[in-house]
């Protein structure tokens, strides 16, 4: 969702069984949750050309009124393109968003960094940061703005003399105000207040402390979000207290109708163990963000070593209203010991930005293991699984002179024309970016829902010679007359699976992708090059079903599953096994779901058929006694078969 805020790291991450044999991969226990696919949409790859240029230090911040976009940072310079003469600007600056030209009479002084912007309901702004004195008078860390001319607004009577401010979120008139200070307004405040956005006056019904910092440093709230209704916040950053209660790095604050806050019943210990050396990572919860409708949140860490134990250097999501203690997330994405550090959750796109170099990245530390995707710096993800989409600018493009990499991706935030990323470099999407790019969404593309066929109703496709495939009607566990079509490009199949208008099939070993219709005509296949760590010869059969890859295989008596992403084709390098009893697996020749249920062949060529609920994981999704035979003959033995509704 939209935050007027810097952006640290995010995502919390939710469970893993089993590796494949030979890999150690994280694990933790299954997650009963299985989100449902949703259409998003993702910006263009192509940064937009008009904005300025920042030198030195790192963009943390933008805000935006009308065409007017705010930037704010540590940066000393400013220029309008590659060959324009630097002009001296430090740490806050406004420009037009349709030409790129530099606002000349916004001329805020300040004297220290800006991590945090907001615009306030009098349409003022709000900066808050590391200063001292704003217009050469002292504003502490916290100050409103005129966004015209950068004046200080001298009835707004916000201010932090006690520390430096690292975070705000809006919310209406509340302003959530989080960082490393005491006090704020004079009043007794440990890292998190509520302020009236208005005019600055301290919320004194809000009281949420944030104390006990780790390895033995100074306490502070590094990152906020809040849900769209208000009922929930979530914040992160060095703290193992908050009013008292044991919450380590991370903690969910409830509010009421009148905005008293609670501390919910919700903690995970996977921030609880150090990461790295004890001492190099102080803290590594380094961004969370709500998706627009609140029903989930996204946290993204750095840290280093330390993983399963801990989520370090992972992108993961938790449910919102889940509570509880130990918790899982329901999805994790590792990143094979890199950094994230800035995080977005939006258009039902999880946007990333840091220091990793891979996504998918479970098996190998500071390399690229089995099912690493490469991805530079900046990525974007399927909330419904954490897999990468194809989607990949990378952090590259600066030219000689510049800095071509840095360590950190402060800011990742949704402005009203795309998607704005602030960094400690200089090159977005293989050009010329300094400090900043904003990735239009006006230019960039529809994701769809991709599922499984729809319905009980349809047809049992199987594949029992070469070029060919048996098409048999499937209605309400009954058979109708089977008919033979003629398929010349389903040569040397294996396993396979429909999952929209795709056919997933092994093709003498290898994963191959092809074009299929509503009536079965398969395409010729392709394969995906980040795909061919995966060995698809052993699957004995696979169904898709939202964003997971079921399978059986020779090599062992499970049912199995991976995520797998439409957007991009990408196998999941962890493997999990579903919770299951009473059926050999090791026997099953083809699966497909139907309707809430799953239809698989056997060595015994009988066709059989058992409810199956992925979602009442850590519960059995599949009860051997329910299974029914459908077909008591000797033929499905093939594991090539899939269900299409025509």
């Known amino acids: 969702m939209r935050a007027w805020r810097r952006r640290a790291v995010i995502l919390v991450l939710a469970g893993v069984v089993a590796g494949t044999a030979g890999l150690a991969s994280p694990g933790a226990a299954t997650a009963a949750v299985v989100p449902p696919p949703a259409p998003g949409r993702v910006v263009s790859a192509n940064p937009d050309d ?20 705010y930037v704010g940072g540590t ?11 630097w002009i001296s600007r430090s740490y806050l600056f406004a420009y037009d968003r349709t030409t790129g030209a530099l606002h000349t009479t916004f001329l805020p002084v300040l004297d220290g960094a800006v991590n945090s912007l907001a615009v306030n309901p009098e349409g003022d702004l709000v900066v808050g940061g590391a200063f001292r004195n704003v217009n050469g008078v002292e504003r502490r860390n916290l100050v409103a703005v005129d966004p015209q001319t950068g004046a200080t607004v001298g009835d707004w009577v916000g201010r932090s003399d006690g520390g430096v401010v690292r975070t705000m979120k809006l919310l209406g008139d509340d302003l959530y105000v989080g960082g490393a200070f005491n006090w704020l307004n004079g009043v007794e405040r440990h890292g998190l207040a509520r302020i009236d956005a208005s005019s600055g006056a301290i919320d004194t019904g809000f009281v949420v402390h944030a104390t006990g910092g ?11 979000d809040v849900t769209p209704n208000g009922a929930t916040l979530i914040m992160g950053g060095n703290f193992t207290l908050v009013n008292g209660l044991s919450r380590n790095q991370i903690a969910l604050i409830e509010m009421d109708a009148a905005g008293t806050p609670t501390v919910a019943n919700w903690s995970t210990t996977r921030y609880v163990p150090p990461c790295a050396a004890p001492n190099t990572f102080i803290h590594y919860v380094q961004d969370v963000d709500f998706s627009d409708d609140g029903s989930y949140f996204i946290v993204g860490s750095n840290g280093g070593g330390g993983w399963p134990a801990a989520y370090c250097d992972a992108l993961v999501r938790f449910e919102t209203s889940i509570r509880g203690t130990g918790l899982e997330a329901t999805w994790i994405d590792w990143t094979g010991n890199d950094t994230i550090t800035s995080v977005e959750a939006t258009d039902e796109v999880v946007y990333l930005g840091g220091h990793f170099r891979w996504l998918n990245n479970p098996n190998a530390s500071d390399q690229a293991g089995p099912g690493a995707i490469d991805r530079l710096g900046v990525a974007a993800a399927d909330p419904n699984n954490g897999m990468p989409i194809n989607w990949n600018p990378r952090r590259s493009g600066a030219p000689s002179g510049t800095t071509a990499w840095g360590s950190t991706v402060p800011v990742i935030w949704r402005g009203d024309d795309g998607i704005y990323i602030g960094q400690n470099s200089d090159g977005l999407g293989n050009e010329y970016h300094g400090r900043f790019a904003m990735f239009p969404i006006a230019s960039g593309r529809d994701i769809p829902v991709v599922e499984a066929p729809a319905g009980t109703t349809g047809f049992l496709y199987s594949g029992d010679t070469d070029g060919q495939l048996t098409r048999t009607p499937y209605a309400a566990g009954g058979l ?27 093709v003498g070993g290898a994963f191959g992708i092809s074009q299929v219709s509503n009536t079965g005509v398969v395409g010729v296949p392709w394969h995906i090059g980040f795909n061919d760590w995966f060995d698809s010869s052993v699957m004995t059969g696979a169904f898709f079903l939202s964003g997971r890859m079921y399978y059986t295989r020779s090599t062992g008596n499970g049912l199995y599953y991976r995520y797998l992403e439409p957007d991009g084709h990408y196998v999941g ?37 058992v409810p199956f609920d992925p979602t009442a994981a850590p519960s059995l999704v599949v009860d051997g006694a329910a299974v029914t035979v459908i077909d008591p003959g000797t033929t499905w033995t093939s594991p090539t078969l899939f269900f299409a509704a025509s």
């Open 75 to 85: 940066f000393t310079q400013l220029r309008t393109a590659a060959n324009a003469t």
């Open 50 to 69: 008009r904005t300025p240029h920042a030198r030195n230090g790192e963009v943390r911040a933008f805000a935006q009124i009308g065409d007017a976009v």
């Open 480 to 506: 109708g007359t089977a008919t033979v079509v003629s398929q010349p490009n389903l040569v040397g199949a294996g396993a396979a699976m429909r999952a929209g208008d795709k056919l997933y099939w092994d």
């Open 214 to 224: 780790r390895n033995n440093a100074a306490p502070y709230v590094w990152t906020v």
């Open 573 to 609: 390098a962890t493997e999990f096994t579903a919770p299951t009893t009473g059926v050999t697996w090791s026997a099953t020749r083809g699966l497909a779901y139907a309707g809430g249920t799953v239809v698989f062949g056997s060595t015994d060529g009988k066709l059989r058929s």
